[in-house]
């Protein structure tokens, strides 16, 4: 069972950054993606950036690619996404997301990969002001 926990949203002006954080326990085995994904009030959800974790070869949607950098810190089991100048449209909740060892029922493309998590963390709320 793996268990997600995101950390590190708030509030922010347009051109800000912030960097959002997810703990991430139970995956023993090394090989999967993790990624994650934003939902805006009246949107679908819509995935953002996503990492493989053998080799960290990463992925992004054109939305942000340029802004957003997505990365892991191993040693504690962290996965983060950088964000950089951020645009009011950037506003969502994002979540934390892995597609580990099985394939949720949803999927999303981001960045050339499709991705079908089926483990999801709670949200954190991200919200850039003009």
């Known amino acids: 069972q793996v268990q997600l926990v995101e950390s590190g949203g708030g509030s922010v002006q347009a051109g800000g950054s912030l960097r959002l954080s997810c703990a991430v326990s139970g995956a023993t085995y090394s090989s999967y993606y993790l990624g994650w994904f934003r939902q805006a009030p009246g949107k679908q959800r819509e995935g953002v950036a996503a990492i493989y974790t053998d080799g960290g070869i990463t992925y992004y949607a054109d939305s942000v690619k340029g802004r957003f950098t997505i990365s892991q810190d191993n040693a504690d089991n962290t996965l983060y996404l950088q964000m950089n100048s951020l645009k009011p449209e950037d506003t969502a909740m994002y979540y934390c997301?892995?597609?580990?060892?099985?394939?949720?029922?949803?999927?999303?493309?981001?960045?050339?990969?499709?991705?079908?998590?089926?483990?999801w963390g709670q949200g954190t709320q991200v919200t850039v002001s003009s």
């Open positions: 997301a892995a597609a580990y060892r099985a394939s949720g029922i949803n999927y999303y493309f981001i960045g050339g990969i499709q991705m079908r998590p089926n483990y």
